[in-house]
């Protein structure tokens, strides 16, 4: 936990996505909300999308928490993300950043011991 989701539009001048994830990790661990080791990322790429009625790029962080930051934590995990997603993907027309909280008592998981 937690989970962070992106979706994007699947255009040529979309760095490559390992690049753009990776700077994700390090924006979210470095705000100290979450734990370096406890974030999953993916990515899905769309070919069919509009904008605003147009195809326009976009790039969207769903990030899946459980419940308890407070919402200045959440807050500025979002502000931080935004800001370097900004920063790689000057040319994407919009993004945008979604935070949930997630029940602690309906998520389950299960890991394998390494």
Known sequence: MPHIVCHYSA???MPPMRDVMRAIH???AATGIVKAEDL???ALPFADYL???EQR????????LL????PAQKEHLSTELRKTLAGIL???HSIS???RDMDPQAYKKRLLDI
């Open 51 to 53: 904008v605003a009625g």
């Open 67 to 70: 419940a308890g930051r407070t």
């Open 40 to 42: 999953k990322i993916r």
């Open 26 to 28: 390090e924006a979210a």
């Open 97 to 99: 950043i979604d935070i």
């Open 90 to 92: 000057a040319s994407v």
């Open 57 to 64: 790029s976009f790039f969207h962080v769903a990030l899946y």
């Open 11 to 13: 255009t040529p001048d």
